[in-house]
């Protein structure tokens, strides 16, 4: 019944994530342990929403990255920046936004936001 | 010293708010308690960061909207999502990314955000 | 295609608010600006993982209250704890959870949850 | 076994909110709810921590009212600006507090506590 | 005078984690700079609240673990994923509480808790 | 014209971390990325807020540890952990500070806090 949205979900994922989407992956051990949770990511969050035609996805994956930055989601902004960079969002403009975040969310949580990009840039 | 600063924040806050720019406005209560808070306020987030070429005001604003949704703060969120019409962004745009919300700050902070968007767009 | 996901979803909703589900419901602002967000709640937080059989019903609910206390999202805390006394569980046993909130998410949280509880039991 | 740190505790209260302390005081719905609750605070967070003489009330009494910002907890801030003011520390030391919040957890959290404190302090 | 309160919420702590309660242990170095703390934990948190017998332990072991997902406090829910299976709480059912973490706190928050799941129960 | 903000800005973090004001630092990664966001830091957290008169520095070292904490933003926490020592705060007053971090953000919030500060005053 789902195998429409996980098909709808996993094409939003490949824009995002090319490498990921075309080459083998095994599954990480929460992967494992909870398969089921991350197809109903990709059909909920993917495929019930990220692929609905009403914002652009670049606007999609900036807001993302911006939210991520505020909540201090690391891990998960990590893989967001990754997706920005391969939807057309420049690394410059995803700075602005990592600042930005100090002004709604605080210098700590904006700190650790440009870290991670910084990581994920390949700045030593 | 500042006062370039805060020349350049209240340029960027007419563009969001123009209403309050042109008009008279009495201070409200918090602004006679601290007013150095509100002028710090437009000298630090829109004279230093909203209004550098780097990120597009709209981009700016669209970002904001996401991360206050994801932050609960709502009071500030309404501002914004006014400021955000402003701009040029489109009420359909805005609700699809206060609805994407759900994904990364959970479905309590989305429905929040969309009953403070009825609100702000006059809806009953 | 989701109409499947819907149904399931509707069926979990009816046992955490058989009122509403029996009687007829005028759509409220928010949801007549993003009616597809509250179908998506619907399809998916109900009828994709509440309505799994690997965790009793009562104990989604009491983890709902839980989390929504934690937190401070006391709109939605008000919706469940009237679920919560639809699946079985005591006010009583509520007010114990809501209690030892204090420990995990601070006092304030604590105490907020149980002004919103006194709200919900009729307490005056 | 739990008197005396029941009576350590509502010293402590006493200190910050004296016209509690001295005259009679009705419970409110959530103390009716849950009378355990209450008292569980007055033994715990005042009989076990904040009586004792490692750190100046005033200091308690400062780093709660930051906290309190920081987390937007505004009904618990609201008693705890009271209880400042009740220790010794100024309206102007209170507002630089609230203002420095937002370095730290951003504008929206130290505006509305600025706008908790204006109504706290009657100014209107 | 305290005493009682502590032997009281030592017997719920060796409930959780009877490895720890039963052996010899060395203190770890912020229980060597706050050993007052530790004992404050255990006679408020375990010794007045949690040995309460309005609630279930299994019902405060399910709860505590949903809200430190939540919360995002990943040390504290390792500590309390292995408290949960020492009182009876399947994996099953956990990690279906981890994955409904994703309703209420977003799908970052779900899937970190998922990854220290994976950890607790030596998935690789 | 922001050369006087800056400079006001250095010279308060000159007395939190004066190893750091006397030393040659080299540029981190997240420096090098967002060289920008680190003057903007210096000028308006320090040089516009922190620099004001009407607080000691002493509070508003004591206030942001307390506000690190009960945020869990355990890097910055390090930072200002070592400012506190440097501005005349004891380490029983911030080990007090950070145990009744407790009470208001939870006691997970202050398990973590107090893990850091061992680590900053080199206890093992």
């Not at 949205?5 to 090319?18: E, F, I, M, N, S």
């Not at 909870?34 to 197809?39: G, T, V, W």
């Not at 692929?51 to 900036?62: E, G, M, T, V």
Request: aromatic residues 8%.
């Amino acid at each position: 019944m789902t195998d429409e949205l996980l098909a709808k979900g996993r094409a939003v994922q490949a824009q995002l994530w090319p490498a990921v989407a075309s080459g083998p992956t095994g599954a990480f051990p929460a992967a494992k342990l909870a398969p089921d949770f991350y197809r109903y990511v990709a059909e909920s969050a993917f495929g019930m929403l990220w692929s609905r035609p009403q914002l652009a996805i670049r606007d999609r994956s900036l807001v993302t990255c911006a939210q991520l930055a505020a909540l201090g989601k690391t891990e998960e902004l990590k893989a967001h920046l990754r997706g920005a960079l391969n939807v057309g969002i420049t690394q410059e403009e995803l700075v602005e936004v990592l600042m930005q975040t100090a002004v709604y969310a605080g210098v700590p949580a904006a700190n650790e936001a440009l870290k991670t990009a910084a990581e994920v840039f390949g700045i030593e």
